[in-house]
């Protein structure tokens, strides 16, 4: 006759999974899926357009692998350097480390196994300029922009930023194991987009950043400064976008989605200048960055599917 568990251990044992869930999402949220869900928005269109078609499933795969393995690791060492911070921002106070759910010094030992990791995969399965490229961004964006730029220069997204336009030069290298003009002029664009991007997310959050005393532009400049960096910067993200069609050889698919997409970003610009800096607005800005980079991302693939095949 089977043997019933007592009741009295049922409790027990539910918190303890709960426990354990609470846990593993709390290494999960250690990562930031979500920036990695973009980071590989970008890794796979760039590498059809670096193979001219569809490359192997099994290399685009061993590429996210270790993509979200290097990329997961420098979000993990970012979260341990900003602990402190974002234990007194409302929207990253519910992050593991200042919960508690993960501790410090296995955040750090879970960040490093991750770089580990991604330099192994890159290094063993794709290639090793692709393995040194994955982890000189994580580098960059451990050392030069959370120690060295976050909480000193306002300038900090504008130069840190180039550690999330990396992720193409990987894919592109994953591909072809080698640089060319192409890849630049993409890395380049994903450097011009970062600060439209998230400045209008720091609009927003405004209040947020004066408190953790981290000097992003809405901060320390008036908002009609920054509404003018914003569309500079997005009218320069619209001019790269063409620059990439000439120097990758694109066509009319990825053209006209470009300007369709570019002009769309354009007016979302004007409208938060013109309103002034609402949330709405520089939400919907926010909200639009993520969709247009999805959009020229999936058009530059269609492309080359198209034409090539």
Do not use: C
């Amino acid at each position: 006759m089977a043997q019933l568990t007592p009741a009295s251990t049922r409790p027990a044992a539910a918190a303890d999974t709960t426990a354990l869930l609470q846990r593993v999402r709390g290494f999960v949220a250690l990562t930031k899926p979500r920036i990695i869900e973009l980071l590989l928005v970008t890794t796979v269109p760039t590498m059809f357009v670096a193979r001219r078609g569809v490359p192997s499933g099994w290399l685009i795969l061993i590429t996210l692998v270790g993509g979200t393995l290097s990329a997961g690791g420098a979000n993990a060492t970012n979260m341990f350097i900003d602990r402190d911070i974002d234990a007194v921002m409302k929207r990253t106070s519910k992050r593991p480390l200042v919960t508690g759910v993960v501790e410090p010094a296995e955040a750090i030992i879970f960040a490093i196994a991750l770089e580990v990791a991604s330099f192994v995969v890159f290094a063993l399965f794709v290639n090793v300029l692709s393995a040194v490229l994955a982890l000189a961004a994580a580098l960059f964006y451990v050392f030069v922009y959370s120690l060295g730029l976050k909480r000193r220069s306002k300038q900090n997204i504008v130069i840190g930023g180039a550690a999330g336009a990396v992720p193409v030069l990987v894919g592109w290298t994953a591909v072809t194991d080698h640089l060319s003009w192409a890849p630049v002029v993409l890395f380049a664009l994903i450097v011009i987009w970062t600060p439209s991007h998230f400045w209008a997310l720091a609009v927003k959050y405004k209040d947020d950043y004066e408190r953790a005393e981290v000097p992003m532009l809405p901060v320390v400049e008036s908002f009609a400064r920054v509404a003018r960096q914003i569309i500079w910067y997005s009218a320069a993200l619209v001019v790269v976008s063409f620059v990439f069609a000439a120097v990758a050889h694109l066509g009319w698919i990825y053209l006209v989605a470009a300007a369709v997409a570019g002009a769309l970003y354009m007016v979302d610009a004007f409208r938060l200048k013109a309103a002034g800096g609402t949330p709405k607005a520089a939400m919907r800005l926010f909200g639009y960055s993520i969709t247009y980079l999805t959009v020229i991302f999936a058009a530059m693939a269609l492309d080359v599917v198209v034409r090539y095949h």
